[in-house]
């Protein structure tokens, strides 16, 4: 019989602090119509010292642990996805490790590639797990970073910080992956980059896009390919129309709608039929709003948050729709810029609903603060080590509290 493999338990951290689109295009001198329709942004998450790439990570990871009744007893490994570590040499995955007092005889470490990460460390959960190693144990996959650009630049508007943990088993309670039915796609460009030392990310914008879509291209049609000849999706018509939503990774929300044209293109192109853009205004954006965005609403809050992205989107989705999609099939796009990415699918469990409704995104949500342009520009200018009181009032709450001789320093709750 066919292994099950996929997310049994999922669980968010994002920054208490956030500031609205709206406010921050005032302040830029933009009309605020650019960031809110032409970019999709709503608010942007702020993190500040006290919550770096472990704290979010560790809190996300303690929540989808607390979230799946899986006792720590049963974990055999820890993977972070993450461009945004803390150390050159010692994993974020390893402090995760620490903090939340997980057993010695485990797998445990980072992945890099942008925001491909997390999904190489999915990836790598799924066949470490499906190859028999695991012996019954799960793996936690947990995606965490902090968006950077800079104040004034382009990609300001870009930016978001946060972190989603996916406890990965044998019994999918919430989403049950299509294991070994994807499409890749990687080249080497120069897209997006953060050279060593630096906090920003360099970004050559535009083509930065025009790299993204090429990839979602390229990797759709490889997933088309393997879900036509394995029986994934079946009948007639456009292959993308057989899964019943999409989620892409969301750099900024436009981006999904973008992605979303593309991959339609794909299918109608491939059919014979020419492209049509006139008509796609009608066709496709209907297929966009059903399709696409009910996975954006997490994301229009947040912002990028790189690794997370894409399953941040997914937790969104199922936020807003798991009832309604039980047993109904989902494609899955993760890009990382560089650069590498993967179109892949899977179906959403009986019973999806009443988990993700236990792990209360609304209720993180709306425990934020809004912070004015001049606070956040502050957060901005100080440096990464600035010592912070921890302050949440969050039960669960993980702080970077400060470095001493060279060993950084957590304040757990
Ligand atoms: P920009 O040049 O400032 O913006 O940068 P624009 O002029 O292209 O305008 C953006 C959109 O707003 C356009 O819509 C405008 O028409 C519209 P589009 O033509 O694209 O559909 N617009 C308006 N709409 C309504 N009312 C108005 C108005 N004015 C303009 N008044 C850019 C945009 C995304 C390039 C910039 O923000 C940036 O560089 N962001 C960072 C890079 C990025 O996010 N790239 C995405 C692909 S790469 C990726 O996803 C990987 C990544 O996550 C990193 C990783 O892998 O680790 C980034």
Same mark, same amino acid.
């Given at each position: 019989?066919?292994?099950?493999?996929? $997310?049994?338990?999922?669980?968010?951290?994002? *920054?208490?602090?956030?500031?609205? @689109?709206?406010?921050?295009?005032?302040?830029?001198?933009?009309?605020?119509?650019?960031? $809110?329709?032409?970019?999709?942004?709503?608010?942007?998450?702020?993190?500040?010292?006290?919550?770096?790439?472990?704290?979010?990570?560790?809190?996300?990871?303690?929540?989808?642990?607390?979230?799946?009744? %899986?006792?720590?007893?049963?974990?055999?490994?820890?993977?972070?996805?993450?461009?945004?570590?803390?150390?050159? #040499?010692?994993?974020?995955?390893? +402090?995760?490790?620490?903090?939340?007092?997980?057993?010695?005889? @485990?797998?445990?470490?980072?992945?890099?590639?942008?925001?491909?990460?997390?999904?190489?460390?999915?990836?790598?959960?799924?066949?470490?797990?499906?190859?028999?190693?695991?012996?019954?144990?799960?793996?936690?996959?947990?995606?965490?970073?902090?968006?950077?650009?800079?104040?004034?630049?382009?990609?300001? *508007?870009?930016?978001?910080?946060?972190?989603?943990?996916?406890? %990965?088993?044998?019994?999918?309670?919430?989403?049950?992956?299509?294991?070994?039915?994807?499409?890749?796609?990687?080249?080497?460009?120069?897209?997006?980059?953060?050279?060593?030392?630096?906090?920003?990310?360099?970004?050559?914008?535009?083509?930065?896009?025009?790299?993204?879509?090429?990839?979602?291209?390229?990797?759709?049609?490889? !997933?088309?390919?393997?879900?036509?000849?394995?029986?994934? $999706?079946?009948?007639?018509? @456009?292959?993308?129309?057989?899964?019943?939503?999409?989620?892409?990774?969301?750099?900024?929300?436009?981006?999904?709608?973008?992605?979303?044209?593309?991959?339609?293109?794909?299918?109608?192109?491939?059919?014979?039929?020419? !492209?049509? =853009?006139?008509?796609?205004?009608?066709?496709?954006?209907?297929? +966009?709003?059903?399709?696409?965005? *009910?996975?954006?609403?997490?994301?229009?809050?947040?912002?990028?948050?790189?690794?997370? #992205?894409?399953?941040?989107?997914?937790?969104?989705?199922?936020?807003?729709?798991?009832?309604?999609? =039980?047993?109904?099939?989902?494609?899955?796009?993760?890009?990382?810029?560089?650069?590498?990415?993967?179109? +892949?699918?899977?179906? /959403?469990?009986?019973?999806?609903?009443?988990? $993700?409704?236990?792990?209360?995104?609304?209720?993180?949500?709306?425990?934020?603060?809004?912070?004015? /342009? =001049?606070?956040?520009?502050?957060?901005?200018?100080?440096?990464?080590?600035?010592?912070?009181?921890?302050?949440?009032?969050?039960?669960?709450?993980?702080?970077?509290?400060?470095?001493?001789?060279?060993?950084?320093?957590?304040? #757990?709750?």
């Amino acid at each position: 019989m066919k292994q099950r493999i996929g $997310i049994h338990a999922l669980g968010l951290a994002i *920054p208490r602090r956030y500031v609205d @689109m709206e406010e921050l295009a005032r302040a830029r001198g933009i009309d605020p119509g650019k960031y $809110i329709q032409g970019l999709g942004a709503r608010e942007m998450a702020v993190a500040e010292p006290g919550e770096d790439t472990v704290a979010l990570a560790a809190q996300a990871a303690r929540r989808a642990l607390a979230a799946s009744g %899986v006792p720590a007893s049963k974990l055999g490994m820890l993977v972070v996805g993450t461009e945004t570590g803390v150390d050159h #040499s010692k994993p974020v995955a390893s +402090f995760v490790h620490g903090l939340l007092g997980l057993p010695q005889a @485990m797998r445990v470490y980072d992945t890099q590639h942008a925001c491909y990460g997390g999904t190489a460390g999915l990836m790598a959960a799924v066949d470490w797990i499906a190859s028999g190693a695991a012996d019954g144990r799960a793996a936690l996959v947990v995606c965490s970073d902090i968006a950077r650009y800079g104040v004034g630049t382009a990609g300001e *508007p870009t930016q978001g910080a946060g972190a989603v943990a996916m406890l %990965v088993t044998t019994d999918p309670a919430i989403f049950e992956l299509d294991v070994g039915i994807s499409g890749t796609a990687s080249s080497h460009v120069h897209d997006f980059w953060r050279p060593l030392g630096l906090r920003e990310a360099q970004v050559d914008g535009h083509y930065s896009v025009q790299c993204y879509l090429d990839a979602v291209s390229a990797a759709y049609r490889g !997933w088309r390919t393997r879900a036509i000849q394995r029986e994934v $999706i079946r009948g007639v018509g @456009m292959a993308s129309e057989r899964l019943a939503r999409i989620c892409y990774h969301v750099p900024f929300c436009k981006m999904a709608r973008k992605a979303h044209l593309q991959v339609r293109r794909c299918d109608l192109e491939d059919a014979g039929a020419p !492209w049509d =853009a006139s008509a796609e205004e009608t066709r496709g954006v209907a297929s +966009f709003r059903e399709q696409v965005e *009910p996975s954006l609403g997490l994301c229009a809050r947040i912002g990028n948050i790189y690794t997370g #992205s894409l399953y941040l989107g997914l937790a969104g989705l199922l936020d807003a729709q798991a009832s309604a999609l =039980a047993g109904e099939r989902i494609g899955l796009f993760s890009y990382g810029s560089g650069c590498t990415s993967e179109f +892949f699918s899977g179906v /959403v469990a009986r019973g999806a609903g009443y988990r $993700i409704a236990a792990a209360r995104f609304g209720e993180l949500l709306a425990a934020r603060e809004r912070i004015s /342009v =001049a606070e956040y520009e502050r957060i901005m200018a100080l440096p990464p080590t600035a010592p912070l009181v921890p302050r949440s009032a969050n039960a669960d709450d993980i702080r970077f509290v400060g470095v001493t001789d060279h060993r950084r320093q957590y304040a #757990s709750r």
